[in-house]
């Protein structure tokens, strides 16, 4: 597999090249949100990178590494124009995977205490990354409701 350039130019006039090779300006919804997208994952990098540093957050990290996952096939899928992707052969946010999350989500909130007030961010350094991804998900759901 040839090694891609980290820069190509071909973006210097406020443009960015699509899966397909479609251009579309730098400032278009999508590229805002697959950029959002981007960003939340390199956080969530973050955050694994911190919890590998604790053993008992061993499956925490598994879950955060198949979120990572998800959020590359989305972002994949949102750089190329919907009529393309099975052309592309794009991986698909599969239901299972959402249904799995989720399901994961609920053992994890069911060994939690219920919340009495909201938790201010900060604390350990690993929380305050935690809310900095919570921050930066909201993010991109507000951004993909208004793009749909």
């Not at 909130?109 to 909201?118: A, E, I, R, W, Y």
């Amino acid at each position: 597999m040839k090694k891609s350039k980290i820069y190509t130019r071909t973006g210097d006039e406020g443009e960015t090249s699509l899966v397909s090779g479609t251009r579309a300006p730098k400032s278009d919804a999508r590229i805002m949100l697959y950029g959002e997208v981007d960003e939340l994952n390199s956080r969530i990098g973050v955050l694994v990178a911190s919890l590998r540093t604790e053993t008992q957050f061993a499956l925490q990290t598994v879950f955060l590494e198949e979120v990572q996952s998800g959020l590359f096939d989305l972002g994949s899928n949102l750089a190329c124009e919907a009529v393309k992707r099975t052309e592309w052969k794009l991986p698909q946010v599969s239901l299972a995977l959402v249904q799995g999350l989720e399901s994961s989500i609920d053992q994890m909130d069911g060994v939690l205490d219920p919340l009495k007030n909201f938790v201010l961010p900060g604390g350990h350094e690993t929380a305050a990354v935690a809310h900095l991804c919570r921050t930066s998900c909201r993010a991109v759901e507000r951004l993909m409701v208004s793009y749909q």
